[in-house]
């Protein structure tokens, strides 16, 4: 998949939506297409992390694997770091 990390979705708008990657947040504008499929997707498989090219700000919708952080081991790890009222962590 080339480039693409995972990003968590953090909040999804009628045709735009917002990606965390690491301390980094992103709006992405959707096409109707994209957004139909992003919607059908978070409502019926919970996804939350999706591949997102930062180099081109694109997601991969077509290369979503139907998976969740509880079947991923590294994302598993002790959640005990604090966070702010906004849920960013605190160093």
């Known amino acids: ?10 909040e999804v708008g009628e045709r735009e939506v917002v990606l965390v990657v690491g301390d980094k947040e992103y709006t992405i504008p959707l096409s109707k297409e994209e957004a139909e499929g ?18 081109d700000r694109k997601i991969a919708l077509n290369q979503v694997e139907h998976w969740n952080e509880e079947d991923m081991p590294e994302l598993m790890e002790d ?3 604090e966070v702010d009222e906004d849920g960013k962590v605190i160093s």
């Open 1 to 10: 998949m080339g480039n693409y990390e995972l990003a968590l979705v953090k």
């Open 38 to 55: 992003l919607h059908y997707m978070l409502l019926n498989y919970n996804h939350v992390l999706l591949p997102f090219n930062e180099y």
């Open 79 to 81: 959640d005990t770091d």
